[in-house]
């Protein structure tokens, strides 16, 4: 099964031959005891966490371990049984800062290769009432349908349409000619110094079953891969040479070839009219703008007016001058 908006074709191609394709219950277990407490563990990742017949028994010890735990799923490879013990055990722990999406298959085909089954109509059965009895904020149900609308063979469960869905090209990762107009968002360069709009330090990655930590859900061709959990600390990655070329050239206009420049989730900043970096847009983790957009290919600031002095300053100056 595969999604047309993730271009796991690409993660295929570029991960090494010979290493595992699932992480072990015992390699969670090592990077879970890694991660600094505020790290939020996201259950998700570049394809469907569910497919890994460990996924649940990693909830269970995430979420017992007392941590900040997220979930996005198809619920491919999810029984029933699993949906109740998740729900009936965790449920209480969706928010909006630790949602619980589930992607459903969509109208378009979107979901390739999805074929419905009694079990996972069970399996969703079990997340819809969930969300009718007690519909926690943070519990929702997506497709990448332009219209919103689920899989034929699903509209008997799913009577709400959902909300309608525009693509991006995941940092450049994906072919906007394989799509119709209008489905992904128009590609982006970002010229400017920037940062992630989900985060300042770059500290939103992805972790790989042979314990490759990736930049980020976008980087479907590995191309910025900044450590590895499994022979490393999470300080050592944090610190290390990969990751601080990565900041280098954030911050420098233009710089390499960094994924972010291709990406719509990267937020610009800006230097105009003064010395401090500002943020030209809002970002996840700063929603105040203090500096005005700067408009590409970059303009010639404009001639300001010399200043006079100010009246109690020029006095004084006149006073010093005179001398
Ligand atoms: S700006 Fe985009 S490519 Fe860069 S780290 Fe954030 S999500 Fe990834």
């Known amino acids: 099964m595969a999604c047309r908006f993730c271009p796991q074709d690409r993660l295929v191609k570029s991960y ?3 290493e595992p394709r699932d992480l072990s219950l015992a390699d969670f277990l090592t990077v879970l005891e890694k991660l600094p407490s505020h790290v939020r563990v996201d259950l998700s990742g570049m394809a469907e966490p569910w497919l890994n017949p460990d996924a649940t028994a990693m909830a269970i010890l995430a979420f017992e371990r007392r941590r900040a735990v997220a979930v996005y799923t198809t619920l491919q490879g999810m029984t029933p049984d699993e949906a109740t013990l998740l729900i009936g055990r965790f449920g209480s722990r969706v928010s909006p800062e ?8 969509d ?5 390739v290769g999805w074929r419905p089954s009694e079990t996972y109509r069970e399996t969703l059965s079990r997340f819809l009432a ?11 149900f997506m497709t990448m349908s332009a219209t919103g609308s689920v899989a034929p063979a699903l509209q008997d469960l799913v009577r709400d349409t959902l909300p309608p869905f525009r693509g991006i090209s995941r940092a450049g990762n994906l072919n906007q000619e394989e799509f119709r107009p ?10 400017h110094a920037l940062l992630c709009g989900s985060t300042p330090f770059f500290d939103h990655n992805v972790l790989l079953p042979n314990g490759d930590v990736l930049l980020c859900c976008m980087d ?5 891969v900044v450590g590895n959990l499994l022979t490393q600390t999470y300080e050592a990655i944090h610190a290390g040479a990969t990751l601080g070329t990565i900041r280098a050239q954030a911050m420098t206009p ?8 291709h990406c719509h989730n990267a937020v610009c900043l800006s230097h105009r009219d003064g010395t401090h970096w500002r943020l030209t847009a809002a970002a996840m983790w700063s929603p105040d703008v203090a500096a005005e957009p700067i408009p590409y290919p970059l303009q010639p600031a404009p001639q300001q007016p010399a200043r006079l002095p100010r009246p109690g300053l020029r006095r004084m100056l006149e006073r010093v001058l005179a001398l």
């Open 107 to 111: 109208d378009e085909g979107n979901m």
């Open 16 to 18: 090494p031959k010979g």
């Open 130 to 140: 969930f969300a009718r009895l007690q519909g926690p904020d943070g519990l929702s």
């Open 254 to 261: 233009s710089a390499g070839t960094l994924l972010c420049r």
């Open 182 to 191: 209008g489905a992904l968002l128009a590609a982006v360069r970002q010229e």
């Open 98 to 105: 630790t949602p619980w999406v589930i992607h459903l298959p």
């Open 220 to 224: 479907y061709g590995r191309q910025h």
